[in-house]
């Protein structure tokens, strides 16, 4: 079994066996890899009804404490989280991104640069949530094991990771109810979440708790996919120089000079819009998706697909098909452009496959897409993004290399930010002093 770029390895099996399903057994646990639209579509939206769990992970779950987080949930079990429509603050009004655009948090600003020094959330999925990384999973009567056995390293670092957990839920809710409570809190989901608890819930202990076991799943959910997904907006902008100046030009156009663009610029500003698509599709986040798991069997195309099956959907596989996207692994925003100019709607949109599928399709979608959007408009208004030169006069060329994980991130690359004019940098300066 592969064990890095695992999507890769998958994509290149399905071609040699010229199929877009294939069955994998490993350890006695099936596993399903759906390598094209049409197959994940089919079994995880039409067949949703027997794909919606989710795989046992034992060290992740049972040894590290994330049995907070519902996207890892069964699907029963997720009933009462606080995630729903009604709950989340619209991106465009409560967190007033179309006149401030910035990068949004769930909650305060103030304990953010203490989590994220602190937290290796990254680090954790890494090793341990693939379906393959771990024998624990084929095997989770290993978890009882002492940790002074050899071998049972693991339980050590699952004990030292819990820790994180614990700080990720407990940490940023307690420093959030505070400002609730003095009145100094900017409105977020937990604001929102708690105010509403105020009105007269019962079990108030419980409903409590729920509120902040979905405030840590929407932070473990959102900080990784949108770090890297401006990350590698920017490596993006350093391969394609042209894009940029494209973008600026049509930014230029339609904002008024010394202002950040707007969310109702977006339909001024399709090239934009095709970056950040583009951007998304190109190196997409999250190249498997998060595994589903099948709760009874099921027969498709003439195969039995065992109960207990993971389900794997290959999204990189499927947002690098080059029927549906020609020069797949070329970062070119031009192929969502029609030829009025406007965003090609013939052109599958990414989106369609990049939050996953059925019931379990990410629910931050929309959050993500405008936040993300907003983030790269007000970048591009402001900033010239270039490759940077060493001190002999050599420009440093990026490797455009990626830590291969659950949520991939590019490897640490140089970039060089610099304000496109003396009135960018003002609004620049403006902008950070209002977040600092
Ligand atoms: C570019 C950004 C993002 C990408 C690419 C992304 C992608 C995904 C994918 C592929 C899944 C798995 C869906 C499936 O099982 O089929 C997922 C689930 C999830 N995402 Fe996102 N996501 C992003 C941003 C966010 C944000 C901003 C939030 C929260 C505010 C969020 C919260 C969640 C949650 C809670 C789940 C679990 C849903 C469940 O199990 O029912 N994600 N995401």
Request: proline letters at 7%; charged letters at 20%; hydrophobic letters at 40%.
């Amino acid at each position: 079994m592969p064990t890095t770029f695992e999507w890769e390895t998958y994509d290149r099996w399905c071609k040699e066996l010229g199929s877009d399903i294939i069955h994998l057994e490993v350890a006695g646990t099936s596993i399903v890899v759906m390598n094209s639209a049409e197959v994940a579509e089919e079994l995880l939206d039409q067949h949703s009804a027997i794909h919606s769990d989710r795989p046992r992970l034992v060290m992740v779950n049972e040894l590290m404490g994330w049995n907070f987080s519902f996207g890892l949930m069964a699907y029963g079990a997720r009933n009462g989280n606080y995630f729903n429509r009604n709950s989340i603050p619209k991106p465009r009004n409560a967190f007033n991104l179309s006149r401030t655009p910035k990068i949004m948090y769930i909650t305060s600003d103030t304990w953010q640069p203490q989590l994220s020094l602190e937290l290796p959330t990254e680090l954790m999925s890494k090793k341990t949530m693939t379906p393959t990384s771990t024998l624990l999973n084929s095997i989770p009567a290993l978890k009882y094991i002492p940790e002074w056995f050899p071998g049972a390293g693991f339980k050590r670092k699952a004990r030292e990771w819990a820790r994180y957990s614990t700080i990720m839920r407990e940490l940023p809710y307690a420093a959030a109810k505070k400002q609730i409570l003095q009145g100094t809190a900017r409105p977020s989901f937990t604001s929102y979440s708690l105010e509403k608890l105020a009105e007269g819930e019962e079990d108030v202990a419980e409903q409590e708790q729920r509120v902040q076991s979905t405030a840590a799943t929407m932070y473990t959910g959102a900080t990784d996919s949108t770090v890297s997904v401006l990350s590698t907006f920017i490596l993006a902008m350093l391969a394609n120089p042209e894009a940029l100046k494209r973008a600026q030009e049509e930014i230029d156009s339609v904002v008024q000079s010394g202002e950040f663009p707007r969310f109702s610029d977006q339909e001024r500003l399709p090239y934009v819009t095709a970056i950040v698509k583009e951007t998304m599709r190109w190196k997409n986040v999250t190249p498997l998706g998060i595994p589903h798991a099948s709760t009874s069997e099921d027969l498709y195309r003439g195969y039995r697909i065992p109960a207990g099956s993971i389900m794997v959907p290959n999204i990189w596989a499927i947002l690098h098909d080059e029927n549906t996207y020609p020069e797949p692994h070329t970062f070119k925003p031009e192929r969502f452009i029609g030829e009025d100019g406007k965003i090609n709607p013939a052109v599958k949109d990414p989106d369609t496959a990049l939050f996953g599928f059925g019931r379990r399709i990410c629910p931050g979608r929309f959050m993500a897409f405008s936040s993300i959007w907003i983030a790269v408009a007000s970048m591009l208004a402001v900033f010239d993004i270039s490759k940077p030169v060493d001190e002999d006069g050599n420009v440093i060329e990026p490797t455009f290399e990626y830590i291969p994980s659950m949520a991939c991130v590019p490897a640490p690359f140089e970039c060089a930010l610099k304000p496109r004019s003396a009135q960018a940098e003002e609004m620049i300066r403006s902008m950070a002093s209002e977040h600092s």
